[in-house]
């Protein structure tokens, strides 16, 4: 009964995610005809076929960055038995902005970005877990705080070189702070997905022990889990897959917050079947809201993060009354 | 009888609070130990570093002789069930598979959901009536019922020591009799040793095989519930009066009363 549910739900997701794909794929400053994508001859069709192939590097990342969001933020809720715990909120996603960003600034190299982003990621991780220590335990009030205090410090620091920043520097600033999936290419993809697998596979390895964290850190201790150890490194991974997405698109709020709730209303709670229902329904909501940032005002484009938030907000609000 | 636990001059802290002070307890193999004291005199704190949750701060404990810390967790949590005052379940989680959990350091990856550990699960539902509940959602389902589950992981883990922290508190009269009931089966058939917080003086006189009283993080008193639950004991530790009555049946209870002014 159980297994059918969450075959049930890894369906529904993936139908999602195709149903997006080739939403992203048809829609956008030109709107193309699925016809003329798929069996179109002539000048219609290579236009179309041309058209979709400039997307398919822009859906691919928006899938990845996607993917690592809404992962980073299902491990999170489930280690600190909490369901507000979220990369954006926890101030994760603005270490990292603010790590890549400076990277930037400094003139070094597009490459080195992630690493910067994994670092300014780790960083925030550490010092909101400082922040929030309190007789050697994470306290998990203290830790929503202490999220709040580091994105306050992070978005001063980024508007703070946006302010003297000048040209090139200033729109690259704008990319970090308000998230966009625009600057797409193959290579980004392809850098992308090595960090998003390997901080997926070390999640999808705690699932077990996050199933224990869900009930309680006192619940996963007595039954035998490296409490320490364990925090650590499901906090490396989720910082990994935050940095890398940060990286790549910037700052992106909602999905990590959003998309576990709703994984977690179709399979339930249990982190062996909800971290790739919430990877794949990660991917299907960026790329769909990806979409509609491109489409909604064309040719103007809108902050992918604002449409995640009109889209997540009015969604986590259904989900709050439906679940008190 | 052989010591299967001892607590060695142990002492824990909560931040700058001292909870337990040089604690000296030795547990039997196959004893029911009552811990009994005034609250904050250091008994839940006694599970929890016995369940590996608190570390110990000083002193030692030391399980078969050797210290309780030089144990893989894993190894200990096959050992030792906790059964704690309560859970405040965040997330939805199906009966069956909080009772599962207690198979989880039996399992690689702490994953239990084979044939056999369903098996295992439900029978320790049935043994602790809450078979009816396994595919209910455990976060809501009532006080009492969220315990008989947890009961039942304790079960299911079999584990040869169980620690309960107040087992009994907010249960009908009828399912606590049936929870010690449980609780009393194992440790006659399974020779499960089990240490048991409660508040209840009369219980531990009850189904206690030896009582340790605790005050400020340190053993007061121990020995058999006749020679520690006594008016002058029972004084020291919670400082109130009390009388030795008989009841109908014979039994001895104690009835406390607050000292005269």
Redesign the interface.
């Known amino acids: 009964?159980?297994a059918k549910r969450v075959a049930g739900g890894l369906a529904a997701a993936i139908a999602l995610l195709a149903i997006a794909v080739v939403f992203g794929l048809l829609t956008g400053g030109v709107h193309l005809s699925p016809v003329d994508l798929v069996a179109g001859v002539g000048p219609a069709g290579e236009t179309a076929r041309l058209v979709a192939s400039l997307r398919a590097p822009r859906v691919a990342l928006s899938a990845l960055v996607g993917c690592c969001l809404a992962v980073a933020g299902a491990a999170l809720?489930?280690l600190l038995?909490?369901?507000l715990a979220d990369p954006f909120l926890l101030g994760t996603s603005g270490g990292a902005a603010a790590g890549a960003a400076f990277a930037a600034v400094a003139g070094l190299s597009p490459l080195v970005s992630p690493a910067a982003a994994f670092a300014g990621a780790i960083g925030s991780s550490v010092a909101v877990a400082a922040l929030a220590r309190?007789?050697?335990r994470l306290d998990l009030q203290r830790l929503l705080l202490a999220g709040l205090i580091a994105n306050a410090f992070f978005s001063a620091v980024l508007l703070a070189v946006f302010s003297v920043a000048s040209g090139q520097t200033a729109r690259t600033m704008l990319f970090w702070m308000m998230g966009s999936l625009a600057d797409a290419t193959p290579g980004k993809v392809l850098a992308l997905a090595p960090y998003g697998a390997a901080g997926f596979a070390v999640l999808v390895?705690f699932?077990?022990?996050l199933?224990?964290f869900?009930?309680?850190e006192?619940?996963a201790?007595?039954?035998?889990?490296?409490v320490e150890s364990s925090k650590r490194i499901v906090f490396l991974a989720s910082s990994l897959l935050t940095g890398a997405a940060v990286a790549f698109a910037g700052i992106i709020g909602f999905v990590g917050l959003l998309v576990p709730h709703a994984a977690?209303a179709a399979v339930?709670?249990?982190q062996?079947a909800l971290l790739p229902v919430s990877a794949i329904a990660g991917a299907a909501l960026l790329v769909a809201a990806d979409a509609v940032s491109r489409s909604a005002f064309a040719p103007a484009e809108l902050p992918v993060g604002a449409v995640t938030a009109a889209i997540g907000a009015p969604i986590f609000a259904w989900l709050l009354l439906r679940n008190p | 009888m052989s010591t299967l636990l001892e607590a060695r001059g142990l002492s824990a802290s909560y931040g700058a609070t001292p909870a337990l002070d040089g604690l000296d307890a030795a547990i039997g193999r196959g004893e029911l130990v009552a811990l009994l004291g005034e609250n904050g005199s250091g008994k839940s704190t006694f599970l929890r570093v016995i369940a590996r949750i608190v570390p110990a701060g000083g002193g030692e404990v030391l399980l078969e002789g050797r210290p309780l810390a030089g144990f893989p967790r894993r190894a200990t949590a096959r050992r030792i069930a906790y059964l704690p005052q309560s859970t405040e379940l965040v997330f939805p989680i199906r009966s069956l598979d909080l009772v599962l959990q207690g198979r989880a350091p039996h399992s690689r990856g702490f994953s239990a959901d084979s044939a056999e550990d369903r098996d295992r699960a439900l029978a320790a539902m049935r043994a602790c009536d809450v078979e009816a509940l396994a595919e209910r959602d455990a976060s809501a389902l009532s006080g009492g019922e969220t315990r008989r589950v947890f009961l039942a992981r304790a079960l299911a883990q079999e584990a040869e020591i169980w620690l309960l922290d107040e087992p009994t508190s907010g249960l009908d009269p009828r399912h606590r009799l049936e929870f010690l009931e449980v609780i009393a089966r194992a440790h006659a058939d399974r020779k499960t040793t089990v240490l048991l917080v409660t508040h209840e003086i009369d219980l531990a006189g009850e189904i206690a095989d030896r009582v340790v009283l605790l005050r400020a993080g340190r053993a007061l008193a121990e020995g058999s519930p006749r020679e520690t639950l006594t008016p002058d004991r029972l004084r020291e530790a919670f400082g109130v009066e009390s009388r030795i009555v008989t009841d109908d049946q014979g039994r001895r209870r104690v009835v406390p009363y607050a000292p005269s002014r």
């Open positions: 009964m159980r809720q489930a038995k909490n369901p309190r007789g050697g390895a699932a077990g022990r199933n224990l869900a009930v309680g006192e619940n201790a007595a039954l035998g889990v490296d977690r339930g709670n249990d062996r």
